[in-house]
């Protein structure tokens, strides 16, 4: 019978060397900060924010207490406009990504966020919020939110000359109530917006803005966003822009469905910031 070992006739096989200590120190070490890393980024299910090199996660304080969930996306350049992205109802933050790091390639910075009862913006001190039983006033609330991503984005280098917020669906009305409380925002794009949800009066808020320019955009078969934006352009009173693109996406749908919108809303934003974004300054070119 035959066993599988050492071959009859080989030179005996030389002792094993003990692993030293040091060495089992090292490895255990590695296993404990691989696994402990896993653990952070991966069982965190709350939070979904992804963190790369082209972006990083922020946790942003609002005035009356409400911890929000944000990413920021730096432009490379000095002093670059800042974009504040307001994502639409039962949205998050993600919504935004591949708009923001194509503007981040333009030369802009920009922050998205969890509205407040959205994500990882669901906590007021120990109080849980869930935007699903929100009232009128605690919607008030969620469109001052805006005001600590500006914050976010002055401390990240921005131009406090130069900030603009954009809004897709309800958050095109927090977007634009934001922007009527603070005198520092310099223009407005709203991504397949709506009239009156959720008690806001968007064609009043649009009608005060009149000293400030706004973009309007919507798909042309998304049929109550085309409404909206149309009845919007119509009763603006100062510069207002609207553009109507094929096909029946809503909100940052769009501007990844069509190369056409997202690259006209850049280009609208050079020129109401006068060129001031610095295109390729996100890789350094």
């Known amino acids: 019978m035959r066993f599988w070992g050492r071959p009859a006739g080989s030179s005996p096989r030389p002792p094993q060397r003990p692993v030293p200590l040091r060495a089992l120190c090292v490895v255990a070490g590695l296993c404990v900060l691989c696994c402990g890393g896993w653990f952070a980024t991966g069982c965190g299910k709350g939070d979904s924010r992804e ?12 005035r009356d207490g409400v911890q929000l969930g944000a990413v920021l996306y730096p432009a490379v350049s000095e002093t670059p406009p800042g ?3 307001v994502h639409r109802y039962g949205a998050r933050a993600e919504s935004w990504r591949a708009f923001a790091l194509a503007a981040r390639g333009e030369g802009y910075h920009c922050v998205a966020f969890d509205v407040r009862g959205h994500g990882a913006s669901a906590r007021r001190g120990e109080i849980p919020l869930d935007y699903r039983a929100f009232s009128h006033e605690q919607w008030l609330a969620a469109a001052a939110d805006a005001r600590a991503t500006k914050e976010a984005l002055l401390e990240a280098g921005a131009d406090p000359d130069n900030i603009v917020v954009l809004g897709e669906g309800l958050g095109a009305a927090l977007a634009l109530r934001y922007m009527r409380m603070d005198s520092d ?9 709506s009239l009156d949800e959720k008690g806001f009066d968007s064609a009043a808020d649009l009608r005060a803005l009149w000293d400030r320019p706004v973009l309007i955009v919507a798909a042309e078969n998304d049929s109550a966003a085309a409404t909206a934006a149309t009845a919007l352009k119509q009763t603006a009173a100062g510069f207002c822009e609207l553009r109507l693109y094929p096909g029946a996406a809503h ?8 190369e056409a919108a997202r690259l006209q809303v850049l280009g609208w934003l050079q020129t109401v910031l006068g060129g001031l974004a610095a295109p390729g300054a996100a890789s350094g070119s």
Do not use: K, Y
Not at 185 to 193: D, E, G, T
């Open 251 to 258: 909100g940052t749908d769009l501007l990844a469905a069509s």
């Open 83 to 85: 974009l504040i992205l």
């Open 51 to 62: 963190v790369t090199a082209e972006s990083r996660a922020l946790t942003l304080h609002t």
């Open 185 to 193: 925002i310099q223009a407005a794009v709203l991504v397949s917006p």
